[in-house]
């Protein structure tokens, strides 16, 4: 789902910084009056996806020697580490922000280096009230275990858990919905999801966002995981941030999901506020109609009362900004702005969350009110937690509450105790098999052999892949300091910052 409006709620007290960490920033010169500016850019820059891609850069840290900094922060604190990296000409902070996750724009590069401070500075501030690993847990025997002892477990989602049924995400290039408009010819796409460009022209939204709807009954193995962690009454919530409904096609029952950003699964008349099931307009959806209210279309055959609508001036209607594309809008030109419309029945719009919208204050009751004092387990499963509020759960959370991370890749902001790179159904595949729990699903095949890869023992980073040409039925491979000779390959090979020499034995 496009990013959202954020909107600030309680977090766990060791969110706040304890240690002094700010003041000594600024007694650098590594902060200044313009904190709260910068911090805005920084999570920009950091939620950034193509900000924590691999680099080849040579002013770059490496996947080490982050490590190793990152751990120097923490054992000298801010004022020091400053004074051995920054101050001494060691490092400059252009390259110091790399080894928080940090590449910054291509609109910094013409900076003198102290152009650079205030960015650096809160990106150190954000690693030191970071979420810690907790060292207890580190592979795949870790992950099954915390499944069986948890009772109440957070399930966290987003775009990737649906991507297999051809629903497309939002941000991923090329193939996102994002790209797929700007191919389109829209220069801001994020428009089609704002709300006043809705109101002057909701054909814009119909004709193209149809294709984050999924069919009424398909589900993927994923939502079925999910669905199964309820039926083993262990879901305490899962919080998606998916507006595609899927969860609901799977069966998750309401009083457990909190859809963050809202979904197609209801719809509501722009006119009357009259409320509808979502399926009730699915055809008009796929065949990108505006779907109009039955209520006011009732009322209007039965000759009852209808608010007529005067005519609005087109030059003042707010339009989606596109190239090459000619934008239609459902009030015609008037020359003659004090006429009116004849009745007509009201839009129907789905009970998505646009821009210009607030959050559900239900994601913030849930959360505050319930989740946050009980939640033994966190699993994060296909987003790249980079949209707040949820994106702040892991901070929130007591920090003995362990988070297990499955995703194609991994992510640099938010330190989990195990992360499981990979298709998402296959890897959620894997844990219930070696739970001992049945999980059928049409899409999964039932002795599908696995490759089980270390990338980063101190991470905990693994991958889970179906190899290219098995011969055992599951394999587990381990990092050494041998050949990589006889390593099974893989069909999606993970970043080359996360590997290393393999070894492989059969389990």
Known sequence: MPAMKRREYDVAEDSDSEDGSEDALEENGVLDDDYSDTESMLLDILNNEDSQSPSSDQDVCSLDEARRLKSRLRLVGPDMFVAETLTCGKYTAKRLLTAFGVKAPEFFEN????????????????ELTAREKLEQYNDINDAVELLHKSKNVVVITGAGISTNLGVPDFRSKNTGFYDQMREKGFDSPEDIF??????????????????????????????????????Q??????????????????????????????????FTCTKCTAKFPGSRFHEDVTA?????????VARLRAGGPATLKRKRNSHSAPRAKSKNR???????????????????????????????????DTFFD????????????????????????????PLALPREVPHIYISRDAVRHINFDITFLGDCDTVVGEL?????????????????SICLKELDHDLAIWSIARPIQPSVDTFTVKDTDQSTAGATSLPDDPPPILQGPTEVTST
């Open 111 to 126: 900076r003198a280096d102290s152009g650079y401070h205030r960015l650096l500075g809160l990106a150190i501030v954000r």
């Open 194 to 231: 704002d709300l006043d460009t809705f109101k002057a022209d909701p054909r814009i939204f119909y004709e193209n966002a149809g294709q984050t709807l999924a069919g009424p009954e398909l589900t993927t193995p994923t939502h079925a995981f999910i669905k199964l962690l309820h039926d």
């Open 233 to 266: 009454g262990k879901l305490l919530t899962n919080y998606t941030q998916n507006i595609d409904n899927i969860e609901g096609n799977a069966g998750i029952p309401r009083e457990h999901l909190i859809q963050c950003h809202g979904s197609w699964a209801t």
């Open 288 to 296: 990108k109609r505006v779907p109009r209210c039955p209520t006011c």
């Open 326 to 360: 000619k934008v239609s809008h459902v009030d015609s030109d008037s020359e003659d702005d004090g006429r009116y419309d004849l009745p007509e029945p009201g839009v129907m719009k789905p009970d998505i969350t646009f821009f210009g919208e607030k959050l559900p």
């Open 366 to 393: 849930r959360f505050k009110k319930h989740d946050r004092d009980i939640a033994d387990l966190v699993i994060v499963i296909g987003t790249s937690m980079s949209v707040a509020p949820v994106s702040e759960i």
């Open 432 to 448: 219930a098999k070696r739970a001992g729990w049945s999980l059928k699903h049409p899409m999964l095949k039932d002795h599908a």
